[in-house]
């Protein structure tokens, strides 16, 4: 059982282009959101979180949508540049859980092609 | 200053066997987490530990195990080996535990059950 879903596997753009990463999640609890990025061999860093009480959040070329209603977030990133290609993991903090307890999406892993 | 450092970085085991992991989090943090992430799969809550007491555990058996130190080190456990324990595992910290977007990633044990 799935809770946080990333269905897309992988995603290649072009450099200077927008890249749009996306997860679902099925537990309408969760009020907390966050995106991690990793790269081979390294563990995960933080890259951006979203509260349930916002619809957008914003650093730099990275920004994070949320839709309540449909259960939805997604990571942009523009412009793409070839150094953010990595396996990128959306994650929520496990409900009446502490932040410790991250449920984590399978990832997707994005290719900025030069 | 030192990230999360996790021992040792690569290991190999038989079927059956024991395995110790260890984690040193970053000066000052006194929580530690510990995730299993399997080849294609996002990260998997094991167990954190705050002021030496476990806070939290994820859907794994009994076979493993966790403990803190009073110097916030930690250590996994996993006994009687099986083929499907092969992952990398992964310590995080934080200062306490309810550090959604101060959760640091070491990078990670690479456990190979043979």
């Known amino acids: 059982d799935q809770q946080v879903k990333q269905n897309s596997p992988s995603l290649s753009v072009q450099e200077g282009r927008i890249s749009i990463l996306n997860c679902d999640y099925t537990n309408s609890m969760f009020d907390y959101f966050l995106w991690y990025k990793k790269y081979p061999a390294e563990g995960p860093t933080f890259l951006i979180s979203?509260?349930?009480?916002?619809d957008k959040n914003e650093d730099g070329r990275f920004t994070v949508f949320l839709n309540k209603s449909a259960k939805h977030l997604s990571l942009h990133i523009v412009p793409s540049q070839p150094g953010d290609s990595a396996v990128y993991f959306c994650a929520a903090p496990h409900y009446g859980g502490s932040q410790g307890n991250l449920i984590f999406g399978k990832g997707t892993k994005l290719s900025v092609k030069p | 200053d030192a990230g999360v450092t996790q021992s040792p970085t690569h290991l190999i085991k038989t079927r059956g066997q024991q395995v110790t992991l260890r984690c040193s989090p970053i000066?000052?943090?006194?929580?530690v987490s510990w995730y299993q992430q399997v080849l294609g799969q996002g990260p998997q809550f094991i167990f954190q530990y705050y002021e030496k007491e476990e806070r939290g555990r994820g859907n794994f058996p009994d076979r493993f195990s966790a403990r803190q130190f009073p110097n916030y080190s930690s250590e996994l456990n996993v006994n009687a080996l099986l083929l499907g324990d092969s992952a990398l595992y992964l310590c995080a910290s934080s200062f306490n535990p309810s550090g959604g977007n101060t959760i640091y990633f070491g990078e990670g044990s690479w456990l190979t059950v043979v």
């Open positions: 000066s000052g943090h006194k929580s």
């Open positions: 979203i509260s349930s009480i916002k």
